[in-house]
């Protein structure tokens, strides 16, 4: 097995896990009821319905870069996985890099998510600078080996 299909594999898996993630956050905002409907306003644009959250910002926005981040980074593991096998470096060095993509993915992506929960919200900051790290550190590899052809 090439070392790029395992960030294949984990960017078309993070491709799925982030709109079920979308899903389980919308239901409980849903189950929160007369809270959930206090600040929910319905519109009319165009003839279409639509229903608005509008409640705490912070967490709508972090909501937001949640989903954002989890297609960008399932993206990036996808090409990174198909680029790392052909760049003039070690199979030790190709692995750590492939490594840290997948890791700098699931970190900064929990990372969003735990600032809309509030007990865990003190490890939201951490794990994303953490997950920027290492995603920095992947693209150096990458970009290090994509030079030295």
Same mark, same amino acid.
């Given at each position: 097995?090439?070392?790029?299909?395992?960030?294949?594999?984990?960017? @078309?898996? @993070?491709?799925?896990?982030?709109?079920?993630?979308?899903?389980?956050?919308?239901?409980? /905002?849903?189950? #929160?009821?007369?809270?959930?409907?206090?600040?929910?306003?319905?519109?009319?644009?165009?003839?279409?319905?639509?229903?608005?959250?509008?409640?705490?910002?912070?967490?709508?926005?972090?909501?937001?870069?949640?989903?954002?981040?989890?297609?960008?980074?399932?993206?990036?593991?996808? /090409?990174?996985?198909?680029?790392?096998?052909?760049?003039?470096?070690?199979?030790?060095?190709?692995? #750590?890099?492939?490594?840290?993509?997948?890791?700098?993915?699931?970190?900064?992506?929990?990372?969003?998510? /735990?600032?809309?929960?509030?007990?865990?919200?003190?490890?939201?900051?951490?794990?994303?600078?953490?997950?920027?790290?290492?995603?920095?550190?992947?693209?150096?590899?990458?970009?290090?080996?994509?030079?030295?052809?």
């Amino acid at each position: 097995m090439a070392i790029g299909d395992l960030n294949k594999k984990f960017g @078309w898996l @993070w491709l799925l896990i982030g709109p079920l993630m979308g899903l389980y956050i919308t239901s409980q /905002f849903s189950s #929160l009821g007369a809270a959930y409907a206090a600040v929910m306003r319905e519109v009319s644009i165009a003839g279409q319905n639509l229903t608005l959250y509008m409640g705490e910002t912070g967490i709508r926005g972090a909501n937001r870069l949640l989903h954002v981040h989890s297609a960008l980074l399932s993206f990036l593991n996808i /090409f990174y996985g198909l680029s790392i096998d052909s760049v003039h470096l070690s199979d030790r060095t190709k692995r #750590l890099g492939s490594i840290l993509a997948i890791a700098g993915a699931i970190l900064v992506t929990i990372g969003f998510y /735990f600032n809309q929960v509030m007990p865990l919200r003190e490890l939201g900051s951490p794990l994303r600078i953490l997950g920027g790290i290492s995603l920095v550190v992947a693209i150096v590899i990458m970009a290090a080996g994509q030079f030295k052809k």
